[in-house]
């Protein structure tokens, strides 16, 4: 089946410091690979997508991720963190062939910036 | 502007007592879904409807149910029969005729249901 792993529950960094963010999947074909934010009580909202069109794709408030098939991976990055990137992050994976769209969700990745 | 209500934002249940949950949408999506969230656990889906009158169990289907009578609507029941019902509830929807792979999907802002 179909998975996702997101390395490291937590990750603080500080202000104007580079942001990674890990996420791998388990395919042996590429599927759609997705990075959602999740600001506290509130609902998803979607950064980024890969469907083939580019392998290193940029997404809204200076978010990047490259899509590495050689590592199956999809990692987030962002140059300088911001105050306001202090949020939790979520990968997500399509299967090509997938009836009804389903996503399956990592389980997260809380961002803390330390000013 | 289009997007996607949940009400209400916070509700409270005792125990025993079903309740449903609300879920809108107005961006003439065909397809919907509902997702749980618990604290390090992601999110998992509950069900989805690719169409109206039609549903599918997710992978956490037990002690819920759903409708879906119109295109706009995918209220969420959850039963007495959820054990442990306590969660952040995520509705949501996408574009696709069939729910096609690759579609995004877009957030309602959540329900958070409290057993007490």
């Known amino acids: 089946a179909q998975s996702v792993t997101q390395l490291g529950s937590h990750v603080s960094v500080s202000e104007g410091a580079l942001v990674l963010l890990r996420c791998n999947y388990s395919s042996s074909v590429p599927p759609y690979l997705f990075w959602y934010v999740q600001y506290p009580n509130q609902g998803l909202q979607l950064l980024l997508k890969y469907t083939s069109a580019a392998t290193l794709v940029k997404g809204i408030n200076g978010f990047e991720a490259e899509f590495k098939k050689s590592e199956t991976s999809f990692h987030l990055t962002k140059p300088s963190a911001h105050m306001s990137d202090a949020a939790e992050y979520f990968c997500a994976v399509s299967d090509r062939w997938n009836q009804g769209g389903k996503l399956i969700f990592g389980q997260g990745t809380e961002l803390s910036v330390k000013p | 502007d289009g997007g996607i209500t949940q009400s209400p934002k916070y509700l409270f249940r005792k125990e025993g007592q079903n309740v449903t949950l609300s879920c809108e949408q107005n961006l003439n999506h065909d397809a919907m879904y509902w997702y749980r969230q618990d604290p390090g656990q992601g999110l998992r889906l509950i069900y989805y409807?690719?169409?109206?009158?039609?549903?599918q169990k997710g992978d956490i289907a037990e002690g819920y149910s759903v409708s879906r009578e119109k295109k706009e609507s995918f209220p969420l029941t959850v039963t007495s029969a959820q054990k442990n019902p306590t969660a952040f509830y995520l509705c949501?929807?996408?574009?696709?005729?069939?729910?096609?792979?690759?579609?995004?999907?877009?957030f309602g802002p959540g329900t958070r249901l409290t057993v007490l």
């Open positions: 409807s690719q169409i109206v009158n039609d549903f």
């Open positions: 949501a929807s996408s574009i696709g005729p069939s729910g096609r792979a690759g579609d995004e999907q877009f």
